[in-house]
């Protein structure tokens, strides 16, 4: 399994930007499909984004809006999601996920960092 360890959360104001880090241990990231999930308080986890194998496929939630961009950096091993025009419904805690090659479901979960939004 790949271990995945996520970085950037924290309270910002309505309207402001974020950017999350997902940091992968596996060598071989550029071959992966990743994602980043979220999950309010009392809500069941949902999908926000997805990156394909190749860096120009990619799939955004209804709800995204065009506010984010999912992205990743091979070099670095890290994935993120840069989150702008945030509002109080974007409050959950963020988890990015990965797809090992020739696997059909996702195979690593991190543990999530919180983002909060305030008014």
């Known amino acids: 399994q790949v271990r995945l360890v996520e970085s950037g959360g924290g309270l910002v104001e309505t309207g402001g930007s974020l950017r999350l880090s997902c940091q992968a241990s596996?060598?071989?990231?550029?071959?992966?499909?990743m994602a980043w999930f979220r999950q309010a308080p009392g809500k069941e986890r949902e999908f926000v984004a997805g990156?394909?194998?190749?860096?120009?496929?990619?799939k955004y939630a209804d709800f995204v809006e065009g506010r984010f961009t999912i992205s990743r950096d091979v070099r670095k091993n890290t994935m993120y999601l840069q989150m702008t025009s945030l509002n109080l419904g974007d409050t959950a805690v963020y988890s990015c996920?990965?797809?090992?090659?020739?696997?059909?479901?996702?195979?690593?979960w991190g543990r999530g960092t919180q983002e909060t939004v305030s008014s």
């Open positions: 996920v990965a797809q090992a090659p020739s696997q059909a479901t996702y195979t690593s």
């Open positions: 990156l394909g194998m190749s860096h120009t496929a990619t």
């Open positions: 596996v060598l071989t990231f550029a071959s992966y499909v």
